[in-house]
T-cell receptor, first 111, second 117 residues
Framework: DAKTTQPNSMESNEEEPVHLPCNHSTISGTDYIHWYRQLPSQGPEYVIHGLTSNVNNRMASLAIAEDRKSSTLILHRATLRDAAVYYCILRDAASWGKLQFGAGTQVVVTP | DAGVIQSPRHEVTEMGQEVTLRCKPISGHDYLFWYRQTMMRGLELLIYFNNNVPIDDSGMPEDRFSAKMPNASFSTLKIQPSEPRDSAVYFC???????????????FGPGTRLTVL
């Protein structure tokens, strides 16, 4: 299975943008890039996903490199409620049911 | 919808006892997943069901673990006998069928924190 690499932690000031990188150099053509986040003492929650094109939703934006070997999750204005572990996951369309979580990136937001 | 419901939220038991964790998926969802989270191993998929049928149980650690889904609105994860190394947070998640609205997303419950003494 293709794996992802993320920094262990990132720090941001409140109301500033946060750019979370993810490397996935062995990504295959059928792998979707998914992002989940886990707030303290809660279950993971879906953030965004994409295949080739950049994606936007109310929570975040996903920028995907042209060669798809990396992507960046963008939180446009970090709030204290965005402090969480963010997971970048490759999800093969063929093995649809499986989500393989890595260690993720711990985002710390300071006021 | 109330979301995925798990019970109990906390469970403390002694080594050797049987433990049963329960999950009610979101109504209408066809997929149900059981995960375990520990500091050492992170989040691991244990097993998942489609239409109440187990599809992949390759993540179940050993024969002491078993999972059932007797109907579309209920699933159990049982550990018998329990051991201290089973201490973890166990999450249940559900998802609609592929092609339906929201099918790209797994919706997680709040988890059950299990402590085996």
């Amino acid at each position: 299975d293709a794996k992802t690499t993320q920094p262990n932690s990132m720090e941001s000031n409140e109301e500033e943008p946060v750019h979370l990188p993810c490397n996935h150099s062995t990504i295959s053509g059928t792998d979707y890039i998914h992002w989940y986040r886990q707030l303290p003492s809660q279950g993971p929650e879906y953030v965004i996903h994409g295949l080739t094109s950049n994606v936007n939703n109310r929570m975040a934006s996903l920028a995907i490199a042209e060669d798809r070997k990396s992507s960046t999750l963008i939180l446009h204005r970090a709030t204290l409620r965005d402090a969480a572990v963010y997971y970048c996951i490759l999800r093969d369309a063929a093995s649809w049911g499986k989500l393989q979580f890595g260690a993720g990136t711990q985002v710390v937001v300071t006021p | 919808d109330a979301g995925v419901i798990q019970s109990p939220r906390h469970e403390v038991t002694e080594m050797g006892q049987e433990v049963t964790l329960r999950c009610k998926p979101i109504s209408g969802h066809d997929y149900l997943f059981w995960y375990r989270q520990t500091m050492m191993r992170g989040l691991e998929l244990l097993i998942y069901f489609n239409n109440n049928v187990p599809i992949d149980d390759s993540g179940m650690p050993e024969d002491r673990f078993s999972a059932k889904m007797p109907n579309a609105s209920f699933s159990t994860l049982k550990i018998q006998p329990s051991e201290p190394r089973d201490s973890a947070v166990y999450f249940c998640a559900s998802s609609p069928l592929a092609g339906q609205v929201g099918s790209d997303t797994q919706y997680f419950g709040p988890g059950t924190r299990l402590t085996v003494l």
